[in-house]
């Protein structure tokens, strides 16, 4: 049945006409009404985890996600355990009530149900989890911190599919008109690809963009998935694109307190005739950006090489980038379904290359081979030695920066210990100090401690930079910008104006240039 309800997916997805599509339609519909009808322990046992209809999920997620989940689904979610000790339970009910209920916080041995049982006197799993999960939300102490104690408890959830719509049987986004596949396209021309213009985001109310919103988290928490951009996600944030062919891509930015230091990461996820395919992300640094994507079983024997590089389109034509990059994991690097579906290939064929030079060479010949003789297959051992390596694909020679984000953090790292005796409080008060006399740090907004935050990064970045007091008044404003961008404004206009300005793009590449030199 598993097999069979992913087969019917895969052509409500990719129909070959409207007859194909119809008859898929109508069956997963039929096991709906056949699941919800038939309650037998075995079958739902059976079932478990298969993410159909009527049927349960039991999985640890995170507190955001499992907060959304309560307040999205009440009725169909509840605990189920946590793995946690007596111990880790009380320190952390110990941190979350007030310290005069020490009787039910820290008293005997109990497990987390019963704790909560004799804390709020709930009985239900149902009733326990959502009190506890509103214990959290009105607490005080920092989102960070609660995060950290919600996974120090090492909670299980269990999720009935009981909502209309809401499994991987029926979950859609609506369309309008089903796109029926004459074929299915292999690119020739992958750079041709991404140099078509995408058009602008489809219009979403803020209704829509929720409704969006709920339809991604489900999709990957049905196969037992988070990604940050979606399980922080800021639905301001949200863009949602036609590229044809009934494909659409939605981009998810995160929530301000939640974005990373210097890098963006941007999520995905595609939908083909409404149905949630493919989803990844993208972690973008001026023109660079590190990029993934991961397509669901049911759909990967579609036009999987035309699809990503929709994907690689959008981050080309919305975001600027020109130099993507794909880490190892993706073909195969502590991944072996990615070794054995020689997945290098598939990234290789598109046009990225090992970045290790010696590998590359390795490889070229073993694409000879491989295209002189239809049946030869690259050996496992050969895919394991070129996960020693990134894959890139410049697809200009002009693009920027020539080096990762990481490269910086490990210059400002190095900085603080040589400097300010490894502390990284003098070290923030004296970068401050000097970001104040150049830039007028007044206009930025502190009251937020994310805030706060994003200024002491941003200056011990700029700490590095020596001539910074000779730049421009425009260059000095335009830097002040970017920090305003990254506190409070749209990460989008945040990546645009950061690789606009070219100031700072050179003093940091002399920055690392200088560094590797003394190296």
């Not at 007859?19 to 079958?43: D, M, P, W, Y």
């Not at 930015?253 to 939908?271: D, H, N, P, Q, T």
């Not at 064929?349 to 490889?363: D, N, S, V, Y």
């Not at 697809?395 to 990481?406: G, I, K, L, V, W």
């Amino acid at each position: 049945m598993k097999d069979y309800h992913d087969l019917l997916l895969s052509y409500c997805a990719f129909p070959f006409n409207k007859k194909i599509h119809s008859l898929a339609t109508a069956e997963l519909e039929r096991i709906t009404g056949f699941l919800s009808n038939n309650t037998s322990k075995a079958k739902q046992t059976t079932l478990m985890g298969s993410g159909m209809a009527q049927t349960e999920l039991i999985c640890s997620y995170s507190r955001a996600i499992t907060q959304w989940l309560v307040k999205t689904f009440p009725g169909s979610v509840e605990l189920e355990g946590c793995e946690a000790s007596n111990d880790d339970i009380i320190n952390v009910f110990h941190l979350l009530l007030p310290a005069v209920e020490f009787e039910v916080s820290t008293q005997r041995t109990l497990t987390l149900g019963s704790r909560i049982k004799l804390a709020s006197g709930y009985q239900k799993p149902g009733d326990q989890l959502a009190w506890l999960m509103q214990v959290f939300e009105e607490n005080q102490l920092d989102n960070h911190v609660k995060d950290q104690l919600f996974h120090q408890l090492k909670i299980f959830s269990r999720w009935r599919l009981d909502y209309q719509g809401f499994n991987k049987t029926l979950l859609r986004l609506p369309v309008q008109k089903i796109w029926y596949q004459d074929n299915f396209i292999k690119p020739e021309n992958s750079l041709r690809i991404l140099q078509q213009k995408t058009g602008s985001p489809l219009p979403l109310s803020a209704g829509n963009k929720k409704f969006l919103l709920d339809l991604m988290r489900a999709s990957l928490a049905f196969s037992y998935r988070e990604t940050d951009p979606l399980t922080f996600a800021d639905e301001d944030e949200i863009e949602l694109f036609d590229l044809g062919r009934g494909l659409r891509i939605a981009l998810v930015g995160m929530e301000k307190r939640k974005r990373l230091s210097l890098e963006s990461y941007i999520g995905y996820m595609a939908f083909k005739n409404g149905l949630p395919i493919a989803y990844g992300g993208g972690w973008l640094w001026g023109q660079r950006c590190k990029i993934g994507i991961n397509i669901y079983p049911p759909f990967r024997r579609g036009e999987s090489a035309w699809l990503f590089c929709q994907v690689l389109r959008i981050y080309y034509q919305y975001f600027g980038c020109r130099h993507f990059i794909v880490k190892p994991y993706q073909y195969g690097k502590g991944n072996p379904e990615g070794l054995k579906s020689g997945a290098f290939w598939f990234y290789y064929k598109l046009g990225f290359r090992p970045r290790e030079h010696t590998i590359q060479q390795e490889a070229a010949r073993e694409w000879t081979k491989t295209r002189a003789n239809k049946k030869y297959r690259t050996g496992l051992n050969t895919l394991q030695r070129f996960t020693a390596s990134n894959m890139e694909w410049k697809t200009s020679e002009q693009s920027f920066p020539r080096f990762d984000a990481s490269v910086l953090s490990r210059v400002i790292s190095n900085s603080i210990n040589k400097n300010y005796g490894r502390s990284r409080k003098k070290a923030i008060a004296a970068s401050l100090n000097k970001m104040k006399t150049i830039l007028p740090l007044e206009n930025l907004r502190r009251q937020i401690l994310f805030q706060g935050r994003v200024i002491e990064n941003w200056s011990l970045l700029t700490g590095l930079i020596d001539d910074i007091a000779q730049w421009t008044p425009g260059q000095k404003k335009k830097l002040l910008q970017l920090v305003q961008l990254k506190q409070a404004g749209k990460e989008r206009d945040f990546i645009i104006q950061l690789q606009k300005h070219r100031r700072l793009w050179k003093s940091l590449q002399d920055i690392v240039e200088t560094v590797k030199g003394g190296n």
